[in-house]
């Protein structure tokens, strides 16, 4: 009987160790350069294209686009041990609810948390990465 008990429970927190907070969305997007550097760390580097300024960090993987100055594109590949269900939104910072679509391989949300689109792609067996649009299409 204990042996089950320990069993459950360390089940019980390996699920809630996957669903934790990675990055807060929130808190970097539209922001600047130099605001989401004092969040996530110095970019690891960075790259202009013809939407504005690509930056790439560390902290969970995330490659930022900064559209008109402010962080806009927001790719977060470091989710790959999260579950693909609607608590991957946990691991980015954002409220947990039901997504706006649904199927296989993707779960979008729209207008949640100030942010337009949110959206997570299956990987192999949990989420494999994660696409925000803060601002512009």
Same mark, same amino acid.
Request: hydrophobic letters at 35%; glycine letters at 6%.
């Given at each position: 009987m204990k042996i089950n008990t320990f069993i459950l429970s360390f089940m019980?927190?390996?699920?809630? @160790? !996957? @669903? !934790?907070?990675l990055i807060e969305i929130t808190k970097i997007s539209g922001k600047s350069k130099e605001q989401v @550097? !004092?969040?996530?760390? =110095?970019a690891i580097e960075c790259s202009k294209n013809k939407y504005g300024m690509k930056c790439s960090y560390h902290m969970a993987e995330t490659e930022i686009v900064y559209i008109n100055g402010k962080a806009d594109?927001?790719?977060?590949?470091?989710?790959?041990? /999260?579950?693909?269900? =609607?608590?991957a939104l946990k691991s980015l910072g954002i409220t947990v609810t039901r997504p706006i679509h649904k199927n296989a391989y993707s779960l979008r949300w729209s207008n949640i948390n100030g942010i337009k689109e949110v959206s /997570?792609? =299956?990987?192999? =067996?949990?989420s494999d990465y994660a696409y925000i649009k803060v601002y512009t299409d």
């Amino acid at each position: 009987m204990k042996i089950n008990t320990f069993i459950l429970s360390f089940m019980l927190l390996s699920t809630t @160790a !996957s @669903a !934790s907070t990675l990055i807060e969305i929130t808190k970097i997007s539209g922001k600047s350069k130099e605001q989401v @550097a !004092s969040i996530l760390g =110095k970019a690891i580097e960075c790259s202009k294209n013809k939407y504005g300024m690509k930056c790439s960090y560390h902290m969970a993987e995330t490659e930022i686009v900064y559209i008109n100055g402010k962080a806009d594109w927001i790719t977060v590949e470091g989710i790959d041990d /999260i579950p693909f269900n =609607k608590t991957a939104l946990k691991s980015l910072g954002i409220t947990v609810t039901r997504p706006i679509h649904k199927n296989a391989y993707s779960l979008r949300w729209s207008n949640i948390n100030g942010i337009k689109e949110v959206s /997570i792609f =299956k990987g192999e =067996k949990y989420s494999d990465y994660a696409y925000i649009k803060v601002y512009t299409d």
